[in-house]
């Protein structure tokens, strides 16, 4: 038997050694440390980098150091790469409020205040205007965010399916040309709350990974940020968090992974004009549709200049441990809330706010390592029949 033992123990150890750590042989990271980029990425309306997001958020044990903010409270960024042979990128971002909706006793509410919270994450969606979150709930059909009278971001008014929406937070976008781009799908690949890790403040930390189209040479990440929040009571009180959603990092992986370059970019065709500063939204899907998107402007195109704004965000701390309150002792924004209008089908909108599955680890894998998996599955069966025949012999 302690034959049999050893013979297994050195089988199980060469299995764990034939399954690769690593799946793809190329890596490429974008840490968001520096605005001047280079030339296989350029940013569109995100501030300055800070290098002690940790500090800033009061989280000793912050994932990453370094993280780019949206130049202004509320609206769009975009990062944009010129990168090929990338099979998956995985971004990472941090969220004052989270961008993640959270079962917690009878409703959900944007954020993780328990580890028992994380099997019941859904994705909401942002208005048009940035000035309405909806989500669609397994049990209350569509609802509505409000800021409620005990501190909490809650989707408690009932709503109808919202006609055009992005999904909050994070949208990536591929193209193989650099004029027409379509959105790619990404699944949440981790939450991490600074509440639940010893921070002061109720900041987070998520992942997400999407699955990279074949042939693509450039992608775009979009970061949504609300613009206000209409009150339970009545009202409207508009986001005051100055980097409130922040880019962490962008990592590209792949067996031919590569930068590209924007100095020869693909001619110019007609766009939408819409702009992804802060007066204008760009142009919206609508949820559930095609996954083509409107061509994007000028500003957002392959070929656009690595405009970054100079002016630093030094958001301060947002949310007591007991929720987030900065938006609620601020004067408020005229009471107007400019609702998006309701009438598409709840069954294609659901597509975007649907359940979403948060890996404990992250996981990543490939053909060669589920072949490498089986390889050694039969390898630990072909020496268990030998060591029993030896035995008998």
């Known amino acids: 038997m302690k034959s049999i033992a050893a013979h297994l123990c050195a089988v199980l150890c060469g299995v764990v050694l034939l399954c690769p750590v690593k799946a793809y042989a190329a890596v490429l990271i974008d840490d968001f440390a520096d605005v ?32 780019m903010p949206l130049s202004g409270a509320g609206g769009t960024a975009s990062a944009l790469y010129a990168v090929s042979g990338a099979q998956t990128v995985e971004v990472a971002l941090y969220s004052a409020f989270s961008t993640l909706a959270l ?41 509505e965010l409000r800021y409620t009278a005990d501190y909490r971001y809650a989707f408690v ?10 999904p909050y937070g994070l949208s990536v976008y591929a193209s193989s040309d650099g004029k027409s781009f379509s959105q790619v799908s990404c699944s949440a690949a981790g939450l991490r709350s600074a509440l639940l890790e010893g921070g002061d403040y109720a900041y987070y930390y998520e992942t997400y990974r999407c699955a990279v189209p074949s042939g693509t040479r450039f992608l775009r990440l979009d970061l949504r940020e609300v613009r206000s929040f209409s009150l339970e009571g009545g009202g409207t009180q508009g986001n005051l968090t100055p980097g409130s959603l922040r880019f962490a990092q962008a990592r590209f992986e792949g067996d031919s992974v590569q930068k590209g370059s924007f100095s020869a ?7 939408s004009g819409s702009s992804t500063g802060g007066g204008s939204d760009p142009d919206v ?13 000028e500003e957002r ?15 301060p701390p947002s949310a007591s441990k007991s929720a ?33 599955e948060l ?13 490498a998996v089986v390889g050694g599955v039969y390898i630990v069966a072909a020496l268990i029949l030998l060591a029993f025949a030896a035995r008998k012999k």
């Open 36 to 67: 001047r980029g280079d030339d296989w990425h350029s940013y569109q309306n995100l501030g300055s980098p800070s290098l002690t997001v940790g500090a800033e958020m009061g989280w000793p044990g912050a994932p990453d150091a370094s993280a």
């Open 103 to 143: 079962r917690r006793a009878d409703r959900y509410e944007l954020g993780l205040f328990s580890d028992s919270d994380r099997s019941s994450a859904l994705k909401p969606l942002i208005s048009e205007d940035g000035r309405a979150l909806y989500l669609s709930t397994p049990d209350a059909g569509w609802r």
């Open 157 to 166: 008014e009932p709503a109808g399916a919202p006609s055009r929406a992005y």
């Open 265 to 271: 970019p693909p001619d110019e065709s007609g766009s």
């Open 285 to 297: 899907q609508r949820p559930g549709g095609s996954a083509e998107e409107d061509e994007p402007s």
């Open 301 to 315: 195109s392959a070929s656009s200049s690595k405009a970054v704004s100079s002016s630093r965000s030094s958001p």
């Open 324 to 356: 987030p309150k900065s938006s609620s002792s601020a004067s408020s924004e005229p009471s107007v809330q400019e609702k998006v209008s309701a009438a598409e089908s709840s069954a294609s909108s659901a597509a975007l706010g649907g359940a979403i």
């Open 359 to 371: 890996e404990r680890e992250p996981v990543v894998g490939t053909a060669q390592a589920k072949k």
